[in-house]
């Protein structure tokens, strides 16, 4: 798994978990997505550092052809 920009902790480990996942993939195409906020270090033009609050959305995505009922997977322009 991975997620850019986001730093695995216990509390994101609560959120983003195998039945997560596994509930995510069976439901796919309700556009379900687990929200994470999460402290951020950010620099300011002046030199100073500021800690801001961040928000990642975790969304299920596919992009390699067209999935059926059955959960085959067919390319973009098969014909059966």
Avoid: S, W
């Avoid at 730093?7 to 069976?26: G, N, P, Q, R, S």
């Avoid at 800690?51 to 997977?73: C, E, H, M, P, S």
């Amino acid at each position: 798994m991975k997620l850019r920009g986001v730093t695995i902790t216990a509390e994101v480990a609560k959120l983003l978990h195998y039945k997560k996942f596994k509930h995510m993939v069976k439901n796919y195409g309700n556009n379900e997505c687990v929200i994470i906020r999460f402290p951020q270090i950010t620099p300011h033009r002046t030199g100073h550092v500021y800690t801001r609050d961040a928000v990642k959305r975790y969304v299920g995505i596919f992009q390699k052809g067209l999935i059926k009922n059955d959960y085959t997977i067919v390319p973009f322009g098969y014909r059966a």
